[in-house]
């Protein structure tokens, strides 16, 4: 199943859930009206029936079930409304401590740059991490909207407790719970879940604050533990919810971590350390059933009925089938005592660069490369991150030179352009800010092609902790500066347009739709312009430009011929159009992907500028795409 064909099958997958609330919803206001005329009952007369005692009070249990039916409704809309926010809502509500960029601690440094060169192997922005400094058991989690506004948060004991290798397989596990959307199914799960859990929470305020004695203290007891126990009916249709939808996800995302580090050693290491230590993967915080379906690791300890994980031993046999437990008490013995410490070391060897052009790119295998990252991908980005100048990374990661960064990258060769890019910038930020933004263009002249997104892609999450405000500044003032010289650039529009998705998805991270549901018919003038513009940008001529563009349009339309048309504003054109082309249903957008690789590799080669075009395409139709692109077989 590929990345485009998850999609489809998350988006059923959230219609199951919401049928299966309605369903918990009404079990539970039956219940609560059960309980009600039970109550009514109880305090009639004793000559009388059931249903006399009750009927005379219809409208009033009319009233209740409705009332409860708005009471679950509204727990569950506060609840999505505070964790509208993102992924760090969830992981600083469980106690997470957010890692700095320019973090020196060599164990958060080592998780650091996990996560860094998972991010940028996967195409996807470096998400806010966190760790849960109190918890001693093994585990994570990824949390968020979308992958702009991703947290990943791990346990104290992970850090502790795991290799570099181990720690490696458990964040490539849970990216793949980004790539593949499951971030925002859980987030509504965890709404839905809550406004269930309400009618029990009230049931057991009831019970606590009643006094025993009095003429209504009986009654008020009875109605409180029958809320409790109704309320119990809907914790347990939650718990199965949650069982049925996270299950079978837990086992794509085993197999996807070892296909992307092409290695078993550390996923299945971390699960059987899980397995062997004495606190396992349990949390100890309170709010670990809340969150149970998004850990890697059972936080909770359900019974299979409830368990929202396979079990530890076949997560390991799937992975390695040769595993037997008996393995694991000679291990246990080591990794509970209580010096056993893993190793914080980050070593690694630094491989050469890939060639600035990739030739032999087939749509099909650039398809298969979307949320779905290899080995040969993440190689890769370990090469950019451990090629990019330390200089540069500190640069990156730093909250005062960050923004300067950005605008280093921008700034032109030509002496009178950048005379007025400097204007704009003082203008704007200061000539403090000027002074750092040219010291930081000297050390990114010679930096090489492929490096430049990558660098910009660690200096998005260390700009997302400024203040709302001056990030919108300073994405017009990146948009005034590519304009300086009266036209914008292949890179220049590139970053602009990436920094665009990055904050606006950041910035309203609930906003961001999970999928699409335009045909591509419908936005048919909006894919020739696209075309259009890869096309013109992979040629030199204008015959070789409209044969690359056939190209592309054949995959989409067989049986219809379109001219290319270059408007002379295409950026702002194209703009428009990428935010129109993400509505497109899923397999759509793989339709289009194709085609677009199709049109790039007309003449055999792709350039770094041209996938720089596909990659922030990809990127604004929030389909995740590597650095370095599959050739064919």
């Given at each position: 199943?590929?990345?485009?064909?998850?999609?489809?099958?998350?988006?059923?997958?959230?219609?199951?859930?919401?049928?299966?609330?309605?369903?918990?919803?009404?079990?539970?206001?039956?219940?609560?009206?059960?309980?009600?005329?039970?109550?009514?009952?109880?305090?009639?007369?004793?000559?009388?029936?059931?249903?006399?005692?009750?009927?005379?009070?219809?409208?009033?249990?009319?009233?209740?079930?409705?009332?409860?039916?708005?009471?679950?409704?509204?727990?569950?809309?506060?609840?999505?409304?505070?964790?509208?926010?993102?992924?760090?809502?969830?992981?600083?509500?469980?106690?997470?401590?957010?890692?700095?960029?320019?973090?020196?601690?060599?164990?958060?440094?080592?998780?650091?740059?996990?996560?860094?060169?998972?991010?940028?192997?996967?195409?996807?922005?470096?998400?806010?991490?966190?760790?849960?400094?109190?918890?001693?058991?093994?585990?994570?989690?990824?949390?968020?909207?979308?992958?702009?506004?991703?947290?990943?948060?791990?346990?104290?004991?992970?850090?502790?407790?795991?290799?570099?290798?181990?720690?490696?397989?458990?964040?490539?596990?849970?990216?793949?719970?980004?790539?593949?959307?499951?971030?925002?199914?859980?987030?509504?799960?965890?709404?839905?879940?809550?406004?269930?859990?309400?009618?029990?929470?009230?049931?057991?305020?009831?019970?606590?604050?009643?006094?025993?004695?009095?003429?209504?203290?009986?009654?008020?007891?009875?109605?409180?533990?029958?809320?409790?126990?109704?309320?119990?009916?809907?914790?347990?249709?939650?718990?199965?919810?949650?069982?049925?939808?996270?299950?079978?996800?837990?086992?794509?995302?085993?197999?996807?971590?070892?296909?992307?580090?092409?290695?078993?050693?550390?996923?299945?290491?971390?699960?059987?350390?899980?397995?062997?230590?004495?606190?396992?993967?349990?949390?100890?915080?309170?709010?670990?059933?809340?969150?149970?379906?998004?850990?890697?690791?059972?936080?909770?300890?359900?019974?299979?009925?409830?368990?929202?994980?396979?079990?530890?031993?076949?997560?390991?046999?799937?992975?390695?089938?040769?595993?037997?437990?008996?393995?694991?008490?000679?291990?246990?013995?080591?990794?509970?005592?209580?010096?056993?410490?893993?190793?914080?070391?980050?070593?690694?060897?630094?491989?050469?660069?890939?060639?600035?052009?990739?030739?032999?790119?087939?749509?099909?295998?650039?398809?298969?490369?979307?949320?779905?990252?290899?080995?040969?991908?993440?190689?890769?980005?370990?090469?950019?991150?451990?090629?990019?100048?330390?200089?540069?990374?500190?640069?990156?990661?730093?909250?005062?030179?960050?923004?300067?960064?950005?605008?280093?990258?921008?700034?032109?060769?030509?002496?009178?352009?950048?005379?007025?890019?400097?204007?704009?910038?003082?203008?704007?930020?200061?000539?403090?800010?000027?002074?750092?933004?040219?010291?930081?263009?000297?050390?990114?002249?010679?930096?090489?092609?492929?490096?430049?997104?990558?660098?910009?892609?660690?200096?998005?999450?260390?700009?997302?902790?400024?203040?709302?405000?001056?990030?919108?500044?300073?994405?017009?003032?990146?948009?005034?500066?590519?304009?300086?010289?009266?036209?914008?650039?292949?890179?220049?529009?590139?970053?602009?347009?990436?920094?665009?998705?990055?904050?606006?998805?950041?910035?309203?991270?609930?906003?961001?739709?999970?999928?699409?549901?335009?045909?591509?018919?419908?936005?048919?003038?909006?894919?020739?312009?696209?075309?259009?513009?890869?096309?013109?940008?992979?040629?030199?001529?204008?015959?070789?430009?409209?044969?690359?563009?056939?190209?592309?349009?054949?995959?989409?339309?067989?049986?219809?011929?379109?001219?290319?048309?270059?408007?002379?504003?295409?950026?702002?054109?194209?703009?428009?159009?990428?935010?129109?082309?993400?509505?497109?249903?899923?397999?759509?957008?793989?339709?289009?992907?194709?085609?677009?690789?199709?049109?790039?590799?007309?003449?055999?080669r792709v350039t770094i500028g041209e996938a720089e075009l596909l990659r922030v395409t990809a990127a604004s139709l929030h389909c995740p795409l590597p650095p370095a692109l599959a050739g064919g077989a």
């Open positions: 199943m590929n990345f485009f064909e998850h999609q489809a099958q998350a988006r059923a997958q959230s219609r199951w859930m919401m049928w299966a609330f309605a369903f918990s919803v009404l079990l539970t206001v039956l219940g609560v009206v059960a309980i009600l005329a039970v109550t009514l009952a109880f305090g009639a007369a004793q000559e009388m029936t059931l249903g006399d005692a009750t009927l005379p009070h219809l409208p009033m249990l009319l009233a209740t079930g409705l009332g409860v039916a708005a009471v679950i409704a509204l727990g569950s809309l506060y609840k999505i409304a505070r964790l509208k926010s993102g992924g760090g809502t969830v992981a600083s509500g469980l106690g997470g401590v957010l890692v700095p960029p320019e973090t020196r601690e060599p164990r958060l440094r080592r998780l650091r740059n996990i996560v860094e060169e998972i991010a940028i192997a996967s195409g996807v922005p470096v998400p806010e991490i966190y760790v849960l400094e109190r918890e001693a058991g093994i585990n994570a989690f990824a949390a968020g909207y979308a992958p702009a506004d991703a947290a990943v948060a791990v346990t104290r004991g992970a850090l502790e407790k795991l290799s570099r290798d181990e720690l490696q397989g458990v964040i490539a596990h849970e990216f793949s719970h980004v790539l593949n959307g499951d971030m925002r199914l859980n987030i509504r799960l965890m709404g839905l879940i809550f406004g269930l859990l309400v009618i029990h929470l009230i049931g057991r305020e009831i019970v606590n604050n009643t006094p025993r004695g009095g003429k209504r203290g009986p009654t008020l007891a009875v109605a409180g533990f029958g809320l409790m126990m109704v309320g119990g009916i809907g914790m347990l249709c939650g718990r199965l919810i949650k069982a049925r939808i996270s299950r079978q996800r837990e086992y794509l995302a085993d197999a996807s971590a070892v296909q992307f580090t092409r290695q078993t050693v550390g996923l299945a290491g971390a699960l059987k350390k899980i397995a062997g230590i004495e606190a396992g993967s349990k949390l100890e915080g309170k709010s670990g059933e809340e969150i149970s379906h998004m850990l890697f690791g059972d936080g909770v300890g359900y019974s299979w009925l409830f368990a929202t994980h396979p079990p530890l031993i076949e997560r390991i046999q799937r992975i390695e089938p040769q595993f037997r437990p008996a393995q694991l008490k000679a291990a246990a013995v080591q990794w509970n005592a209580p010096d056993f410490y893993s190793d914080a070391g980050d070593e690694g060897p630094v491989k050469f660069l890939a060639p600035a052009a990739t030739r032999g790119i087939t749509p099909a295998a650039v398809v298969s490369q979307v949320g779905h990252p290899g080995a040969d991908d993440y190689r890769y980005a370990e090469t950019l991150h451990a090629t990019i100048p330390q200089a540069l990374r500190e640069a990156a990661q730093s909250d005062a030179e960050a923004p300067a960064l950005l605008l280093a990258l921008l700034l032109d060769a030509d002496r009178d352009i950048a005379a007025r890019q400097r204007e704009a910038i003082a203008a704007v930020r200061g000539a403090a800010e000027v002074a750092r933004v040219l010291v930081l263009h000297r050390q990114t002249e010679n930096l090489h092609a492929a490096l430049r997104l990558p660098l910009a892609a660690l200096a998005f999450p260390t700009l997302r902790q400024r203040p709302a405000a001056e990030l919108v500044a300073l994405q017009t003032l990146v948009n005034t500066l590519a304009q300086a010289d009266g036209c914008i650039g292949a890179f220049e529009f590139v970053l602009a347009r990436m920094l665009s998705v990055q904050l606006g998805d950041w910035l309203a991270p609930a906003a961001t739709a999970a999928t699409g549901k335009q045909r591509l018919a419908a936005l048919a003038d909006d894919a020739a312009l696209l075309l259009s513009v890869l096309a013109d940008a992979g040629s030199a001529r204008g015959d070789a430009a409209r044969r690359a563009f056939a190209a592309g349009w054949a995959h989409l339309w067989p049986q219809s011929t379109r001219a290319p048309a270059l408007p002379v504003d295409w950026p702002k054109a194209l703009d428009a159009a990428l935010t129109r082309l993400d509505t497109l249903m899923p397999l759509a957008k793989q339709m289009l992907i194709e085609a677009l690789v199709k049109t790039l590799a007309h003449d055999g």
